[in-house]
Nanobody, 123 residues
């Protein structure tokens, strides 16, 4: 079981990036998939979550980020628009099985994690 996060980079404020979380060894559509981020000196925080067609977002990214899933490619995406400097962090994807939807923001509920991809928003 492996998750591979990719797509990070350096972007100017107001720009866009699309992160990918590709799974191998299991079918993503059998699990809830969450995107988290962790800035230096801060705790890992939940950004977005998708499960059985339902999508959730942190208040700080609502209206700017969109999570989606491509089952044929076994990949979950995070489209990030209107990026701000405060979005700068390492972004991780994680998978969770049978997770109550109200608990999607809690990292300990995720069994597997990708390696993280750096997103830097700076002029």
């Amino acid at each position: 079981v492996q998750l591979q996060a990719s797509g990070g980079g350096l972007v100017q404020p107001g720009g866009s990036l699309r992160l990918s979380c590709a799974a191998s060894g299991f079918a993503l559509d059998d699990y809830g998939i969450g995107w988290f981020r962790q800035a230096p000196g801060k705790e890992r925080e939940g950004v977005s979550f998708i499960n059985v067609g339902r999508k959730f977002y942190a208040d700080s990214v609502k209206g700017r980020f969109t999570i989606s899933r491509d089952n044929a490619k076994n990949t979950v995406y995070l489209q990030m628009n209107s990026l701000k400097p405060e979005d700068t962090a390492v972004y991780y994807c994680g998978s969770a099985s049978r997770l109550p939807l109200s608990l999607w923001r809690a990292p300990p509920n995720y069994a597997y994690w990708g390696q993280g991809t750096q997103v830097t928003v700076s002029s």
